[in-house]
């Protein structure tokens, strides 16, 4: 069964990601105190997914040690193809999402990772970008169902 099994925020652009047991989540808006929670939000950015088996697969293929939320995105998956939901309605525990594109790899975290190879790697792997469509708490062991 597909689920979250970790999750992750921070307060400003360029710190940590801390991890979190539970988010609140607001319908346009993003997830309350995280970098990118605002009014009138569009969908870009409101919550952000990636499969926790493409970082393992980084790091076994590289020998190197990331954790999930080097990674910098919201929800860490397990089980299922992001890839795949692209315009598609899907659900985390009670909160129903949209995924609306990729999240492609960018220089800026090459950087921080020290990483020459991860935009090549992460290319189709970078994880989803999703719409949050209702308000409410998401926590670790939600499982996903897609529509």
Known sequence: MSEIIQIGITKKKGNPIEKVNSIEVQQGKGIKGDRTFSANKDSDRQLTLIESENIDYYNKKYNLNFSYVDFRRNLITKNISLNQLVGK??????????????????????????????????????????????????????????L
Do not use: H, M, Q, W
């Open 89 to 146: 309605y899907f659900f985390i525990g009670k909160i129903k999402v949209k995924g609306t594109d990729f999240c492609r790899p960018c220089k800026e975290l090459e950087k921080k990772l020290s990483a020459t190879n991860y935009l090549k790697e992460f290319l189709r792997r970078g994880g989803l970008i999703c719409e949050i469509l209702n308000s409410g708490t998401i926590k670790v062991g939600e499982k996903i169902s897609i």
